[in-house]
């Protein structure tokens, strides 16, 4: 027996099962790691499972900073630039006015329709944006925006007007942050791409359902005296007959889950 050659084809045997054996431990950590979910996979899991999306979602990271903002203090200069309305404040912060004249909706609304009486009759109107009109609850829901991004489920920076059964706005109540600034270190934020990987890893969408350009806004991170706002982002996820908000907060990448009174807020 040619023993040198013996010992070379051992040798290439075992290195062969060790590439074998190594593959198979890569494989086995990627597949119980969502985190390295490549963009491949996670496309076809998507296609398997019907799931449309944009094909515009972002892929590379950008960087954003927190803000922080304080709660509005109504004064009697705010109030006087209410005209034709009756005008109460609760607890400084909380604006109930109730209009002389009701103003009319267009049985097919549009927020587009509401843009002048924002900008004329409401303290800072132009600073909101419009969320929801819940057709049930007859109110029609804007938040308070920063650089144009909207301040997500902020009961300290909302707008609710109400609608009377002849499809007329009649009253409405305000509250508003003010002081609005970034602060701190510029942060990392996931793409939108990412966001969405973790919605579904995390089982938040379910097959056959429809997830709408996402938006980036702030979700309160910490309030006190003062709030603090992560950047977050938002998505409208479309299920059969119905549409489900999710948030993920884009600096850490956590879903924001949304407790029963905060979901009635969004309604």
Do not use: C
């Amino acid at each position: 027996m040619d023993w040198s050659k013996t010992k070379s084809i051992f040798i290439i045997v075992f290195l062969v099962l060790d590439i074998f054996l190594m593959s198979l431990f890569i494989n086995k950590v990627s597949e119980s790691n969502p985190e390295t979910l490549s963009q491949a996979t996670f496309e076809e899991k998507l296609k398997a499972d019907k799931i449309k999306y944009p094909k515009t979602l972002s892929q590379d990271p950008t960087e954003e900073k927190y803000i922080q903002a304080k709660s509005k203090k109504f004064k009697d200069e705010d109030i006087s630039l209410l005209k034709d309305q009756d005008v109460t404040v609760i607890n400084e912060s909380t604006i109930h006015s109730t209009l002389d004249e009701p103003v009319s909706l267009d049985k097919d609304f549009s927020p587009d329709d509401l843009n002048d009486f924002m900008e004329n009759e409401v303290i800072d109107g132009d600073k909101y944006s419009f969320w929801d009109y819940n057709t049930e609850e007859q109110t029609i829901t804007y938040y308070q925006t920063y650089r144009g991004r909207q301040l997500f489920n902020n009961t300290n920076g909302k707008i609710v007007l109400t609608v009377n059964n002849d499809n007329k706005i009649v009253s409405y109540k305000q509250s508003m942050l003010e002081d609005l600034s970034e602060f701190g270190e510029d942060k990392s934020i996931i793409p939108s791409f990412v966001a969405l990987q973790g919605l579904y890893t995390n089982q938040k969408i379910s097959p056959d359902s429809v997830v709408h350009k996402p938006k980036l806004g702030y979700w309160t991170f910490l309030s006190e005296e003062s709030q603090v706002l992560a950047p977050t982002w938002h998505f409208v996820v479309e299920s059969g007959d119905k549409e489900e908000d999710l948030f993920i907060n884009a600096v850490e990448g956590q879903i924001v889950e949304v407790t029963k009174p905060e979901k009635e807020t969004l309604e």
